[in-house]
């Protein structure tokens, strides 16, 4: 019968030859079936295949970063605690994952660029009102509401050609 090996050990546990030193350097009896499992369940907490999160919990349903985290530090048993964190790393790597193909944006992008856009807003709406008021000086009601709707016109054909320009920059994130 050929010598068992700590290697062969550490595969029959199912273990690292790393974890079947440290138990070994922790006095535990390596050879020793029930000295074993008594340690490893005491010093490597898993999460049995068949664990859920207890019904009526809100944490099966929390599809946000902030919800999972919440749930997480309300979480009393080892189980929940680990099946929250890795819920959580997925949503995180999926987010990761969308704001690289482009997806998502960043909320500091959106904000610039809704600045610009509103800057651009408000240069045509100055531009309408110091362009308009000379040109329909002395015109009736329909005249003015013609020259006015032309201008409009032109204003917005600004900005729709314009709004590449707003876009554009995102594309690059």
């Given at each position: 019968?050929?010598?068992?090996?700590?290697?062969?050990?550490?595969?029959e546990?199912?273990?690292t030859?790393?974890?079947?030193?440290?138990?070994?350097?922790?006095?535990?009896?390596?050879?020793?079936?029930?000295?074993?499992?008594?340690?490893?369940?005491?010093?490597?907490p898993?999460?049995?295949?068949?664990?859920?999160?207890?019904?009526?919990?809100?944490?099966?349903?929390a599809?946000?970063?902030?919800?999972?985290?919440?749930?997480?530090?309300?979480a009393?048993?080892?189980?929940?605690?680990?099946?929250?964190?890795?819920?959580?790393?997925?949503?995180?790597?999926?987010?990761?994952?969308?704001?690289?193909?482009?997806?998502?944006?960043?909320?500091?992008?959106?904000?610039?660029?809704?600045?610009?856009?509103?800057?651009?807003?408000?240069?045509?709406?100055?531009?309408?009102?110091?362009?308009?008021?000379?040109v329909?000086?002395?015109?009736?009601?329909?005249?003015?509401?013609?020259?006015?709707?032309?201008q409009?016109?032109?204003?917005?054909?600004?900005?729709a050609?314009?709004?590449?320009?707003?876009?554009?920059?995102?594309?690059?994130?």
């Amino acid at each position: 019968m050929p010598r068992k090996t700590k290697k062969s050990r550490a595969a029959e546990l199912g273990i690292t030859f790393n974890v079947l030193n440290n138990a070994s350097n922790q006095g535990v009896d390596i050879w020793q079936d029930k000295a074993m499992l008594k340690w490893l369940e005491t010093n490597r907490p898993r999460v049995p295949a068949d664990a859920a999160i207890p019904a009526g919990d809100s944490a099966m349903d929390a599809h946000t970063i902030e919800a999972i985290k919440d749930e997480i530090t309300k979480a009393t048993d080892y189980n929940t605690v680990k099946i929250l964190n890795e819920k959580l790393k997925g949503i995180q790597m999926a987010v990761k994952v969308q704001k690289e193909t482009g997806e998502l944006v960043g909320r500091d992008a959106m904000r610039e660029n809704d600045t610009r856009i509103g800057a651009v807003v408000k240069a045509g709406v100055l531009k309408l009102c110091n362009d308009a008021a000379p040109v329909v000086e002395g015109l009736d009601a329909a005249a003015a509401h013609k020259v006015l709707r032309l201008q409009g016109d032109e204003i917005l054909n600004m900005m729709a050609d314009e709004q590449g320009a707003f876009w554009k920059g995102l594309d690059d994130l």
